[in-house]
């Protein structure tokens, strides 16, 4: 930001000449002037609650969500019953993934305000895995105005979960994929090609997945479009063309969104993931040391800043240090254990690394304090020896309920419920990740006549190769007998947080969800 660029209106007393000006920064998508803007309106005119909330909503746009749910929550407690408040705390609970929380704001204020907030609230209703409800929103939606197109592919988005949730039959997802070339495919249409992306992954459509997603990243125009790009290619894309593909992201991501203005918090995040995904090292390091003053909040610049500390240390210090490997199966409290460790102060990565979206590899076990699931569980043995000081924990769970959970994931993600359509999906060119998940896959569950027997062999696996290992260095954690910080903690020599245990992507009431330890 120049000092022209917060230069306020000349010769001028008029507070409309003022608030034009602040609205200037808004309308050009340039937060941090919006944010001085209306800070400079209030020293020059004295504090209106209204403009403390756009404040507020332009620092939730910078990424610092606890300044903005500050403000937002001030507010609140002095009775300013305006929509940015109410919806500026429902999204403050978006960014932090509390759906929950999200949810019961947006109900609340849609009490009293009936019909606002529609589309935000379908949103959260998708997350919390209720579409049908999403869908009766939507469909409210279209009746008002029905040539809306993202009010189309969200509505579709919703009956595909439906569908998906009751069984997608091949009459189902032949419909579907009418509705989305008709809706969403265009020539020339970058956001057209992106979301039709994630919808033909919902329909385990893969190969339309790959042909939409190599369109949409040459015609992608906006940071949206840029980040479904990113999240989906680690996914759908082979790995000898997924560089070509992020390189031609971050060249967007470098574009000037804003003419003559540096690039916003969010482009410097993305910027700097696909760096990592890219490996650029010494790149992200220079960029990351000169910006990182303006980088959103947690959870990313927690794990940057992370990362960054380590690529400044030299190799054998990283290879020493106590890493924290989850190596239980999937659907064992896997995800819910990497929470658990992020929350304890470890940077932790579950399956993929959630700064590049790529399964974790070699180098996101080095540049992460802690990794967990498959990844790790299929290669334990070799990483006791490379991480000499490093912590064990095998997450547990009945063999019942894991098998009913494990097919329902694969049900749920990849429309395959039993052994052998799994066998078949993993033995297909384009499976999702690509041949290393197929190895995983295939090491873990798919050599095996069933899944009991695949258990039981991983289980006498661990305590086999444990059985003449030092003590102190393996913990069987049961998140579902109940378990949950005292034995955690106790192992990792770390003080018990004052909070509940997490449960992410909980499909049972285990007693660790209501332990505090």
Request: with cysteine.
């Amino acid at each position: 930001m120049t000092s022209k660029d917060l230069h306020p209106p000349q010769d001028s007393e008029l507070r409309s000449a003022w608030v034009a000006w602040a609205r200037e920064a808004v309308d050009a998508g340039d937060w941090e002037g919006a944010a001085e803007r209306w800070k400079a309106c209030i020293a020059k005119f004295g504090s209106k609650p209204e403009w403390e909330a756009r404040i507020g909503t332009a620092l939730l746009e910078l990424g610092r969500s606890s300044d903005a749910e500050r403000i937002f929550t001030a507010l609140a407690e002095k009775g300013f019953d305006d929509q940015s408040v109410h919806l500026g705390l429902a999204r403050v609970a978006m960014r932090a993934q509390d759906w929950e929380g999200a949810l019961a704001r947006l109900t609340n204020y849609r009490a009293s305000h009936p019909g606002a907030a529609s589309g935000m609230t379908a949103t959260v209703l998708l997350r919390l895995g209720r579409p049908d409800e999403a869908e009766a929103i939507w469909a409210g939606l279209l009746a008002e105005k029905p040539e809306n197109r993202s009010f189309q592919l969200m509505h579709l988005r919703a009956g595909i979960e439906v569908a998906r949730k009751k069984g997608l039959s091949a009459g189902d997802r032949e419909y579907f994929v009418k509705r989305i070339d008709d809706i969403a495919v265009s020539p020339g249409d970058g956001a057209g090609a992106a979301q039709a992306a994630s919808l033909f992954e919902l329909l385990g459509e893969r190969r339309r997945v790959r042909d939409q997603l190599l369109q949409a990243v040459q015609l992608a125009g906006t940071l949206d479009q840029i980040d479904i790009c990113f999240k989906t290619i680690p996914r759908r894309v082979e790995a000898n063309l997924q560089a070509q593909l992020l390189e031609r992201l971050l060249s967007r991501v470098r574009t000037d969104w804003i003419v003559g203005k540096p690039l916003s918090p969010r482009a410097l995040n993305i910027e700097l993931r696909l760096l990592l995904a890219l490996e650029h090292f010494g790149e992200f390091e220079a960029i990351f040391d000169d910006v990182a003053d303006r980088l959103p909040e947690a959870p990313d610049l927690k794990l940057l800043n992370a990362v960054r500390t380590r690529l400044r240390k030299p190799r054998h210090e990283i290879f020493a240090e106590p890493k924290i490997f989850g190596i239980g199966l999937s659907k064992t409290g896997t995800t819910s254990l990497s929470e658990a460790l992020s929350i304890v102060g470890i940077d932790s990565a579950h399956w993929f690394n959630p700064l590049t979206h790529r399964p974790i590899s070699d180098m996101d076990i080095f540049l992460f304090g802690a990794s967990g699931d498959t990844c790790i569980s299929s290669r334990f043995e070799q990483l006791y020896y490379l991480y000499p000081n490093a912590k064990f924990i095998l997450t547990k769970r009945d063999f019942a309920s894991w098998q009913q959970s494990y097919l329902s994931h694969h049900a749920r993600h990849h429309l395959e419920s039993d052994l052998d359509g799994l066998r078949s999906l993993y033995d297909c060119e384009d499976c999702p990740y690509g041949f290393p998940s197929s190895i995983i896959q295939f090491s873990l569950y798919l050599n095996y006549e069933n899944l009991s027997d695949a258990f039981q062999a991983y289980e006498n696996r661990v305590r086999h190769f444990f059985s003449d290992k030092p003590a102190g260095k393996l913990l069987e954690l049961d998140l579902f007998a109940g378990q949950g910080w005292p034995e955690l903690c106790k192992f990792l020599e770390r003080s018990v947080p004052d909070r509940t245990f997490p449960w992410v992507n909980k499909d049972a009431a285990p007693g660790a969800s209501v332990r505090k330890g």
